[in-house]
């Protein structure tokens, strides 16, 4: 037994252990990082939903409020898209167009763009205004180079101002797809278009594709897409997403900007023929001939640098190489490029189906002679005639309307165009009648063609695809297929506390996610919603200044319509922030109006105030007692009514101030009244002073005078008048006289006894008269003769210089007129002309005129004045060479002697003619030097002479020879007077006279065998040849023993020769001495008188 | 480091958000189904395994009652067949006391081993109850992780549909 204790247990029991619940734990843990990431990413989840909700719901909401230029409909007022109900409303560019029943639009981008943008005129512009009555009616962009539209562009030009004026910032919208010029040139740039490519129809499609092509490349997503597009058009903006989707993917799928001929339409088949592609196509040819330097011109003719030109028309091959072509293409001779696929060569303008503006037209029939799937429905309602409005239905000329995948049958009034071949059964599309299974087009846009399934009709009915070079089937043509629709969570409706349905986007049971979203949304949609709202109530009170309660009504209106607008579940917010506005709004106008009417108050009173105190002032002014009484009482009626004006605070003391501002200026009235009629007083007696100093009589002489106030106010002025008239009455003569009757006159006026006072101020009339008649003679005495003389006024001078004649004898008689008055002893020195007159003649000789009307003007003057042509010629400050001729002719010289210095003067002015060098003296010859008396001083005006009568026969002459100091010895001559008479003999200058052949200065005219001759015959017996008085030498008259000793010497005064005056100088017992009269005067010779009837 | 890449996040949701995507949405969705599905997974894991091992130790349990009883039964008849040896050795009849004595010692052990037996049952017994609570929460799990996900997979259908 002991054994069997060692060998059994004493407790019998196992040792089992219990198992420990374990499981899940790697769920667990993969829970619990899921939770952890959710805890991480939801606030990045949160923040993306804000952000998604408040961009969206704002262009949401910014979409049904509209642009400022297509404002939403106000109450009475038209414009905004509205794109749910058709027919399409017209929107033109800048929203002011009323609608046009005349044009319809197209599907795709180009038909969006004709409604929002252009209106499908390739010359629109900003606000249509290109059309009649706009400011830029008669410009044509359509008619521009792409130059010239940029340089229309230009922000600072004058319609980038225009628009700026018109909705605050610069835009240059330019053509059916409105580019504005930055864009433009950018895409000029990146199409490598030349400037004078023509910015028509076609350039503007292809500019068009480029952009939209240029915003699509980089968008991979349809919401992309949009965003893309609507920030190149603003205009899309407006567009629906699903409308501006489908637009989106009609272009990507084929569509053009382009309904003109040569632009992009596709023909099905061929995996390189879409539409896209040869639009494309057609923007690299385009590129390529102008990175080769060709340019398109406006009439469509290609041309070079070099010169070379050609014809898209004309067949001939493209000048661009076939390698320039992207891969795949080939240029047809006298096409665009083309993909080898093209089987049909395409002509622009011809029968290319470019040219035909379908899209996804498609062959004919295939290859053998099937039709293949007929025209699209929207190319056939097009055809017929309907219009595709943006929210995607069609609409007929007749106003039949038909909306894709409604249900509604196709159009049956289109059916009966279908080509041969083709039917269309009724609400299906138009097919073949091969095609054994119509398709219903009640559940599928028929926009798009339907997705071709492998054993569907459409393939079989489809040509063959063509092999390519690899031999490999080409991938088949599929048709553009219907985007994929994105389906719409239906809204969350709830039953609100109120028992109302009200809609919520996301549902309310969702995660704080999406509540972020129904948030933001809200929030973002109310806030654009009522930013927008208020511009418009602005906008809205403006148009109803003054008037609240026609505002409020219109913004109820307003409201209404928003709120209607808005989705349902903002409504009640928006309405409630909108009609907040609205009241605020009115509030203000309210206020405004209050302080309108107060402002207008207080400025009608103001108006009355001052009107009134005006009145009182001149009251005042006038010293009219019931004048005054009867302005106080207006002025203190108006001033009591302000005091009780509300709104002004004007007081009692502010009246009293009015009153007495009003009397002080009403002393300042009466001032300056005094003052005016002493003026008028001062004037008048003026008037009649000045009248009587010209022997006339002013009208209100006698009144003025009689007046004691003008006595009072001007004594001198008074007593001057009283004095003139009484002089003018008593000595009607006095101031016509001459200076010295005048002086006698008033020599015998102040020796009269005075009989009255007022005779006392004559003698100072008179003295006043005197030294004013004075001062005129020596001014102007021709222009005193003409006042002061009427009964013998000075010769007038003809205007008329033609006759010359009479231009003459006019000259001569005012010379004769000058001289009487010397005579008359009115002046000392004659004065020939008028200070007017003397400057026209002035200006006639002067430097600026003509040397040949000079002389000819100089001539006349010298023949006319005569013996006074050298005091004429300085009286008219003549030029010194006229002066000297004028006084040589005038002295008996040649006429031709004028013309002749006056040409070589010119000749010198020229610098033609180089004088000798050296000066008169070194040159004159010895004999002339002897002949010339002592005293004698060679002035400027003979220097000139001499010179300009050089310069006159020296042409071609070297100064220095021998020959130019002939001419100028010759020239000296003729300066001194000297000629050659007819009959050979020298006359004037200086010759040798008398037996002893000595140098005498000779007046012109006169030779030395005259001068001979004369003294021989008064010294045999003519003694009337001396003149009044016999010469006597030694107490003997002369003989011809003293004569053939004598010399004559001319009689010499300040340095001048007296023309015609000698002295007979007689050499005796070898001294000099004088011939003298009998009174032991120096007898002085008249050669005028000793060689008269001489022969030469 | 949470701290530093949320504002990150915020930015790229905000980036995300103006390209109209919702990425950050639909992951954070996603990760709060996902973690609500799989707690599910997790917990039906757990209580399957709790019930697997309750099971275990209701069959250890009772095949310990078995053995305590056994074990109480030897015990009593080598107490009896001890006492009726000393009385063998003593010479002593049996008689009516010596009975008494027997069967008094019988009730007490035969007390004693329905008590220790009735315990090790009862210990069994409760795991078995709690193997067949464990089975049904098992059974639970997955439902509930499902429900759990609801929300969630509603919140990221809405997001995906919208």
């Known amino acids: 037994m002991a054994e069997l204790r060692k060998i059994v247990r004493r407790d019998p029991i196992s040792d089992f252990r219990r198992v420990a619940p374990v499981g899940g734990t790697a769920f667990a843990g993969l829970a619990q990082m899921a939770k952890e990431a959710y805890e991480w990413m939801a606030p990045a989840g949160v923040e993306e939903q804000q952000v998604i909700a408040a961009e969206a719901w704002r262009e949401y909401a910014r979409s049904i409020m509209g642009d400022p230029a297509a404002a939403p409909p106000l109450p009475g007022a038209q414009g905004g898209l509205d794109f749910s109900n058709p027919p399409p409303a017209w929107v033109a560019s800048g929203g002011d167009m009323p609608p046009n029943p005349n044009l319809s639009f197209g599907g795709g981008l180009l038909g969006l763009v004709d409604q929002t943008e252009g209106g499908g005129d390739y010359s629109t512009l900003f606000g249509h205004s290109q059309r009649e009555g706009g400011p830029f009616a008669g410009v044509d962009v359509a008619r521009m180079t792409i130059g010239q539209a940029l340089e229309f562009a230009d922000p600072s030009g004058p319609y980038a101002q225009w628009v700026l004026s018109q909705v605050g910032r610069v835009a240059t919208p330019m053509g059916r797809f409105q580019i504005v010029g930055s864009t433009l040139r950018s895409a000029v740039e990146g199409m490598g278009l030349a400037l004078s490519t023509p910015f028509n129809a076609q350039t503007q499609g292809a500019i068009a594709g480029y952009l939209a092509r240029q915003r699509l490349q980089g968008a991979s997503t349809p919401e992309a897409q949009r965003a893309a597009l609507r920030n190149e058009w603003e205009g899309f903006r407006r567009v629906p997403d699903d409308v501006l989707q489908a637009a989106i993917d009609e272009f990507m799928a084929g569509g053009s900007f382009s309904d003109m001929p040569g632009a992009a339409s596709a023909p099905a088949g061929g995996s390189r023929s879409s539409a896209s592609e040869t639009s494309q196509d057609a923007e690299r040819f385009m590129r390529a001939m102008a990175g080769q330097g060709w340019t398109l011109r406006p009439d469509g003719i290609w041309a070079s640098q070099t010169g070379d030109t050609w014809d898209p028309t004309s067949g001939e091959p493209a000048p661009v190489a076939v390698g320039e072509a992207p891969e795949g293409m080939f240029v047809m001779p006298g096409q665009y490029p083309r993909t080898a696929m093209d089987a049909a060569p395409r002509r622009p303008g011809g029968d290319d189906p470019l040219d035909q503006g379908g899209t996804r037209r498609p062959p004919a029939a295939g290859a053998d002679g099937v039709p293949a799937v007929g025209p699209t429905p929207a190319e056939m309602l097009t055809a017929a005639g309907w219009t595709l409005h943006s929210n995607g239905a069609w609409v007929s000329p007749e106003g039949e309307t038909w909306r894709p995948g409604s249900g509604e049958p196709f159009p049956a009034s289109v059916m009966s165009d279908l080509p041969e071949g083709m039917f269309v059964m009724p609400g299906y599309y138009p097919r073949t009648g091969q095609d054994p299974t119509p398709l219903r087009i009640g559940v599928t846009d028929p926009i798009y063609r339907p997705q071709a399934r492998p054993g569907s009709p459409l393939v079989a009915l489809r040509p063959p695809a063509r092999p390519n070079p690899t031999g490999t089937p080409e991938t088949e043509a599929v048709p553009a297929t219907r985007p994929q629709a994105r389906p719409i969570v239906p809204e969350t409706t709830i039953r609100t506390a109120e028992g109302r349905l009200a809609p919520r986007l996301y549902s309310p049971l969702s995660g704080p996610i999406l509540q972020a979203y129904n948030a933001a949304a809200g929030v973002a949609f109310v806030s654009e919603a009522v930013m927008r709202g208020r511009e418009d109530l602005m906008a809205l009170s403006q148009q109803f200044l003054g008037n609240p309660d026609g505002f409020r009504q219109a913004a109820e209106g307003y409201l209404e319509g928003l709120v209607e607008q808005a989705p349902v579940q903002f409504r009640e917010d928006l309405r409630a922030e909108i009609a907040t506005e609205v009241h605020r709004r009115y509030l203000g106008m309210v206020d405004e109006r209050y302080r309108e009417i107060r402002e207008r108050a207080d400025n009608s009173s103001r108006a009355l105030m001052d009107r009134y105190a005006t009145d009182l002032a001149e009251a005042y002014a006038s010293g009219r007692p019931e004048d005054i009484a009867a302005a106080e009482q207006a002025l203190e009626g108006i001033l009591v009514a302000r005091e009780q004006l509300p709104g002004v605070a004007w007081t009692r003391e502010q009246s009293q101030n009015v009153v007495l501002e009003t009397m002080r200026e009403g002393e300042r009235l009466r001032a300056r009244a005094g003052q005016e009629r002493s003026d008028a007083l001062k004037v008048r007696l003026q008037t009649i002073i000045d009248a009587a100093e010209a022997g006339r009589s002013a009208a209100d002489e006698a009144a003025v005078l009689a007046d004691p106030s003008a006595a009072a106010l001007h004594p001198e002025l008074y007593a001057e008048a009283q004095a003139m008239t009484a002089l003018r009455d008593a000595l009607p003569s006095f101031r016509s006289a001459t200076p010295a009757e005048q002086a006698a006159a008033i020599a015998q006026e102040r020796a009269r006894p005075i009989g009255e006072r007022f005779e006392l101020g004559i003698l100072d009339a008179m003295e006043s008269v005197h030294a004013a008649t004075v001062s005129a003679l020596d001014d102007d005495p021709i222009a005193w003769a003409q006042q002061h003389r009427p009964s013998n006024p000075p010769p007038p001078l003809p205007t008329d210089m033609t006759d010359l004649a009479a231009w003459e004898n006019a000259l001569t008689a005012r010379r004769d007129y000058a001289l009487g008055m010397v005579t008359d002893g009115y002046v000392d020195e004659p004065l020939f002309f008028t200070e007017a007159e003397r400057d026209a003649f002035t200006a006639l000789i002067g430097d600026g005129t003509d040397p040949i009307a000079r002389a000819a003007i100089g001539l006349s003057l010298t023949r006319a004045f005569g013996s006074q042509a050298g005091r004429v010629m300085t009286e008219l400050d003549a030029a010194p060479v006229l002066r000297h001729s004028a006084a040589v002719v005038a002295a008996g010289g040649s006429e031709a002697l004028i013309a002749e210095a006056l040409r070589g003067q010119q000749l010198l002015d020229d610098n033609v003619v180089r004088l000798p060098p050296g000066s008169l003296d070194t040159i004159m010859p010895e004999d002339v030097r002897a002949g010339l008396p002592e005293g004698f001083r060679f002035n400027e005006a003979l220097v000139d002479t001499i010179h300009a009568l050089y310069a006159a026969r020296a042409q071609g002459v070297d100064p220095s020879s021998q020959d130019a100091t002939d001419l100028l010895t010759g020239a000296i001559q003729s300066a001194l007077g000297q000629e050659t008479h007819a009959r050979g003999r020298l006359t004037g200058g200086v010759q040798e006279v008398g037996e002893q052949e000595a140098p005498t200065l000779l007046p012109p005219g006169i030779s030395a065998r005259q001068v001979e001759d004369g003294l021989t015959r008064a010294i045999g017996g003519e003694v009337g040849r001396w003149g009044a008085v016999v010469p006597m030498f030694d107490g003997q008259p002369l003989t011809t023993d003293v004569m053939d000793n004598a010399r004559l010497v001319p009689i010499v005064r300040n340095g001048q020769v007296v023309t015609g005056r000698y002295r007979i100088e007689v050499l005796y017992s070898g001294a000099v001495a004088d011939v003298e009269d009998g009174r032991g005067n120096i007898f002085i010779l008249d050669m005028g008188l000793l060689t008269r009837g001489v022969p030469r | ?162």
Do not use: C, W
Not at chain 2, 24 to 32: D, E, V
Not at chain 2, 43 to 71: H, L, P
Not at chain 2, 129 to 148: E, F, Y
């Open chain 2, 1 to 162: 480091m949470q701290a530093a890449i949320l504002p990150a996040l915020a930015g790229s949701a905000a980036t995300a958000g103006a390209a109209g995507t919702t990425i950050f949405s639909q992951l954070a969705y996603g990760a709060q189904a996902a973690s609500a599905l799989m707690g599910g997974v997790a917990a039906f894991q757990g209580a399957q395994a709790e019930k697997e091992a309750a099971e275990v130790n209701s069959y250890i349990g009772r095949t310990r009652a078995m053995q305590t009883d056994i074990s109480h039964m030897r015990g009593l008849a080598g107490e009896l067949a001890e006492m009726r040896s000393v009385f063998g050795a003593n010479q002593q009849r049996p008689n009516v006391g010596t009975f008494e004595v027997y069967r008094e010692l019988r009730d007490a052990r035969a007390r004693e081993r329905r008590i220790d037996f009735g315990n090790r049952m009862q210990e069994s017994a409760d795991f078995r109850t709690a193997a067949r609570n464990a089975g049904a929460q098992a059974r639970m799990a997955l439902p509930m992780g499902l429900m759990r996900a609801a929300p969630s997979l509603f919140d990221l259908y809405q997001l995906r549909m919208r």
